[in-house]
Each structure stands twice: as structure tokens, then as C-alpha cells.
């Protein structure tokens, strides 16, 4: 086996709990289908978003004082699912082809195409493989997404989930039918609501997309760079960082601990911490930058798109917390779903804390519902974020 089959072996190994997890919920989903069918029936997600779409976007409409855009809603499963996550990751017009095919091999768990995509261009692979286990972690977790004016509902997980939890709960299942299909009810709510309010922040979407695929264009650079490094350099600098020992005869796994390790997405925030969201520029170790010139310069253009990354996402995820937590706070089907799906109530729910809700909040209870309207024409910097005050001082001048 190559090194690069035994890179692709070692991929799927980082996911195998979340493939091992979506074959329990097939299997899970189909047991309780069997056992449900004579007695009770949910409702098809199609038909219910069909019927909730209209009167929320109406909300969505009276809170924010925002027009939402007409928006076509899609159902994917989960294969067609974990491809859609390939072009939410943002990548300049070189990389967008190699990123689809590399989540499209992740789908189909082919390790011969992801062992060929790392041969064909290693430094977009260490760069996009990152996302690919980080966004494909998460898919049992995300009810849905928005893209370029489409909805999109997880139907693998809010159409399993009801009748799995019912079955779990076991006999009689018409008595306990009624909280379970409120709560279904309340989660394809919540999620047609989210994305409702994501499909009107399409300046934040725009400034967020340019600025992931400038800090993908840095990473690449550092990638191509390390990978260019003589191994007595890799060997050197892996020893000094204390990086787990690979043998000689894997010289890309050497490569790529030290890219892991150096990536600015681990190595700034885990060297300096969340706080670097608000540096203008960073101080390198000396005997890691005399190893690796220009460095110092990648972090210090790294700083910039990643803040605005960074603000520009906290935004739109804060104020579609907040506009949740309004809008729904008096609908039984929220409060069935907290309590039925997610062993919670909504005073908990509540106190959840966010930097971007919280900022919202502070907002809105100044500039009441322009605050919408500001903070997507006018979104706010990391600094203005943990301190909204200089946000009004300066939207308000």
C-alpha cells in the first residue's frame, strides 16, 4: 500500500465514527419504521415545510424589517448532502474543481479517488481535507443549509430522527405520538426559520465567502511551501516543534504533521488563543521562521481574511440565534422539540451564551430593528464584536 492509500485509509479513519453513526440511524430509522407503521404516521418534511414556509417568512419579515427573497427549498439525503458541503467550502476558481471532487470521493467512501486526488495535488489535499472531516463530522448535527438562494433540509436526519425517538420511547406509541410529532414539527421550524433569515444577509455571505477563499489561497501557499522543504529542514523543525516521529520512508506524512502543526488555524489560536481575532500582526519563534522564510509575512496576511471570516460568520450565526429565540419563544412546537429532541427547556435554551447573540442583543436593544439591517450592510469587526459599544459609536457618527 502507498503512502497515499494509507493517507486515504487514515481519512476515513478520522470519520468512521460519524460513518458508523449514520449507519446505526439507518438501521435505527428502518426498525422503527417497521414497528410504527400500522400504528402511527409522521408527516412527510415536504408537506410540513410546504405549510410553515409562508406564515414564517412572514415573521421573519415583520422582525427583521427585511424582505426575504424567494428561495427554492431542496431535501437532500445524505450522500447528495455531503457534496453540498463541498461548495460551502470556499476556494478560488483553481482549487473549486479539485474541492468538489474531493468531497464527491468522501461521499461515495472511494479510497483509490482520495489516495489519486493527494497524488495529483498534495497541497490543495492538505489544505480541503481539513473541511472535509471537520463539515462531514457534523452532518447528523445540521438540520440544514443555505446556498446561493436554496434551502436545503437534512431529510436524512428530520425525517429519521421522529421515529426513532417515538420507538425509543417505546409502547404506547399513540399516546406518546402527539410531544414527539410537535417536537418534529418544531425542528423543521426552527431550521426553515434559520435559513429564512440566512437567505436575507446575502452581503455577509458575499464579504464571508471572499474572505475563506483568501485564507484558503494562504494555506495553500504555506502548504506548497512546506512540501518543498529539504528533510533535513522538516526533520529539524518536526524535532524542535516535538511533532509525533514518523519514519524516514514517509516523507509525506512528515510534511503534512508539520503543515497541520503550522497551519495558522492551529497554530496561532492554539499558541495565542482566541484573542488573535483581534491582532494586527503575530511574533513567530525565531528558530521556526529562520527554517521557513516568509512565515512571518503568511501569518501576518493570514490575520486579516480570517478576522473578517471570523466576523462576518459570528454575525450572521448570532442574529439568526436571536431572531430564533424571539420569534419561537412562544410556539409549543419549539418548546416540544427542545424538551422531546433536545432534553432542554427554553429558559435554558435562552441563557445558551454567544458572542454573536449576544452582540445582537446589545444592538437591537439600542438601534431596536435597524440593528438588522446595520449589522448586514454595516457588519462589525472582531474588536467591535466583544465590545459592540465602539460598534454603535461608530454606525452611529
Do not use: C
Not at 400504528?39 to 410540513?48: M, W
Request: negative net charge.
Amino acid at each position: 500500500m502507498s503512502e497515499f492509500d494509507e493517507f486515504a485509509e487514515a481519512l476515513f479513519g478520522q470519520l468512521s465514527v460519524e460513518i458508523n453513526e449514520e449507519k446505526e440511524i439507518r438501521q435505527l430509522a428502518q426498525k422503527a419504521d417497521e414497528d410504527l407503521q400500522s400504528k402511527v404516521k409522521f408527516e412527510e418534511i415536504e408537506s410540513i415545510t410546504e405549510r410553515v414556509l409562508p406564515p414564517l417568512k412572514q415573521k421573519v419579515e415583520e422582525f427583521l424589517g427585511i424582505r426575504i427573497p424567494q428561495v427554492k427549498i431542496e431535501f437532500p439525503e445524505l450522500k447528495d448532502l455531503k457534496k453540498l458541503k463541498g461548495d460551502k467550502v470556499f476556494s478560488d476558481e483553481a482549487s473549486r474543481e479539485f474541492v468538489s471532487e474531493l468531497f464527491m470521493a468522501v461521499a461515495d467512501e472511494d479510497h483509490k479517488s482520495i489516495a489519486a486526488l493527494m497524488k495529483k495535488d498534495t497541497a490543495k489535499y492538505l489544505v480541503y481535507s481539513t473541511y472535509a472531516i471537520q463539515y462531514i463530522s457534523k452532518i447528523s448535527t445540521t438540520y440544514g443549509d443555505y446556498l446561493d438562494g436554496v434551502i436545503y433540509l437534512n431529510k436524512f436526519i428530520l425525517s429519521r430522527y421522529p421515529q426513532i425517538i417515538l420507538h425509543k420511547q417505546g409502547e404506547p406509541y399513540d399516546a406518546r405520538f402527539e410531544n414527539v410529532n410537535s417536537g418534529y414539527l418544531g425542528a423543521v421550524k426552527m431550521t426553515v426559520l434559520e435559513e429564512l433569515i440566512h437567505s436575507a444577509q446575502q452581503n455577509l455571505h458575499e464579504i464571508n465567502k471572499n474572505a475563506a477563499t483568501s485564507v484558503n489561497k494562504i494555506n495553500e501557499e504555506l502548504a506548497k511551501i512546506i512540501l518543498s522543504l529539504e528533510s533535513e529542514t522538516i526533520n529539524k523543525l518536526s524535532e524542535y516543534l516535538q511533532l509525533q516521529a514518523v519514519p524516514d520512508d514517509f516523507p509525506f506524512a512528515k510534511k503534512a504533521n508539520l503543515f497541520f502543526f503550522l497551519n495558522p488555524d492551529h497554530f496561532l489560536i492554539e499558541q495565542i488563543g482566541p484573542d488573535v481575532m483581534t491582532f494586527t500582526h503575530v511574533e513567530i519563534d525565531p528558530k521556526i521562521s529562520e527554517s521557513i522564510l516568509g512565515l512571518g509575512d503568511i501569518y501576518k496576511r493570514w490575520l486579516t481574511p480570517i478576522q473578517t471570516h471570523h466576523a462576518a460568520f459570528t454575525t450572521m450565526e448570532g442574529m439568526a440565534a436571536f431572531a430564533i429565540e424571539n420569534i419561537l419563544r412562544d410556539d409549543k412546537d419549539f418548546q416540544n422539540y427542545l424538551a422531546t429532541y433536545m432534553g432542554t427547556d427554553f429558559s435554558s435554551y435562552q441563557v445558551r451564551k454567544s458572542m454573536g447573540k449576544d452582540f445582537t442583543k446589545t444592538v437591537y436593544e439600542k438601534m431596536g430593528q435597524k440593528a438588522f439591517k446595520s449589522m448586514i450592510e454595516n457588519p462589525p469587526n472582531t474588536r467591535e464584536l466583544k465590545d459592540p459599544q465602539l460598534y454603535l459609536k461608530r454606525t452611529s457618527q
